[in-house]
């Protein structure tokens, strides 16, 4: 996902809209319709110290036209307008204590519009709401049943 893309634009996992995709090109998350059109790109506004680590996005189950971007490097997650772009509501910060995120990585959301995330280095999933509300944490560090070992992943049915 982090590769500069010349020319051509990456199949795209994690979206459900019929009419829009959404990708990342380099350090900027990007629209797309369906015919591969680029409509815009966003992301600058999210480089908080200078560099952006994008590494999931998705759409939200309840509103289609808003997505949430994780960004590993700033340890936050943006919930952003699809169709300009805005940032509706950034929220997360680093630490460990519940609610806070350490290499986020994966993301994606319910049919309630709850966003989940891979907390990565504190080996665990978190859910919050769409108005970032830390909702409850799920697994801890370990090989057994319940345990984690860093995922960078996360997928609800």
Same mark, same amino acid.
């Given at each position: 996902?982090?590769?500069?893309? +010349?020319?051509?634009?990456?199949?795209?996992?994690?979206? +459900?809209?019929?009419?829009?995709?959404?990708?990342?090109?380099?350090?900027?998350?990007g *629209? #797309?319709?369906?015919?591969?059109?680029?409509?815009?790109?966003?992301?600058?506004?999210?480089?908080?110290?200078g560099? =952006?680590?994008?590494?999931?996005?998705?759409?939200?189950?309840?509103?289609?036209?808003?997505? =949430? *971007?994780?960004?590993?490097?700033?340890?936050?997650?943006? #919930?952003?307008?699809?169709?300009?772009?805005?940032?509706?509501?950034?929220?997360?910060?680093?630490?460990? =204590?519940?609610?806070?995120?350490?290499?986020?990585?994966?993301?994606?959301?319910?049919?309630?519009?709850?966003? #989940? #995330?891979?907390?990565?280095?504190?080996?665990?999933?978190?859910?919050?709401?769409s108005?970032?509300?830390?909702?409850? =944490?799920?697994?801890?560090?370990?090989?057994?049943?319940?345990?984690? +070992?860093?995922?960078?992943?996360?997928?609800?049915?």
């Amino acid at each position: 996902y982090q590769r500069r893309v +010349h020319g051509k634009i990456p199949a795209v996992e994690g979206t +459900h809209s019929q009419m829009w995709r959404s990708l990342f090109v380099a350090q900027l998350c990007g *629209v #797309v319709r369906d015919d591969a059109q680029l409509v815009r790109t966003f992301g600058s506004e999210m480089l908080r110290f200078g560099q =952006a680590d994008m590494l999931g996005v998705c759409v939200l189950g309840n509103n289609d036209n808003h997505i =949430a *971007v994780v960004e590993r490097r700033n340890r936050c997650v943006y #919930v952003l307008k699809r169709d300009d772009g805005t940032i509706l509501c950034p929220f997360g910060d680093g630490g460990t =204590a519940l609610g806070l995120l350490n290499g986020p990585s994966g993301i994606c959301s319910n049919s309630l519009g709850h966003i #989940v #995330v891979a907390d990565t280095f504190n080996n665990r999933i978190q859910v919050f709401t769409s108005e970032g509300k830390f909702l409850r =944490a799920l697994g801890s560090e370990g090989d057994t049943d319940g345990q984690l +070992h860093h995922p960078e992943r996360v997928c609800v049915d």
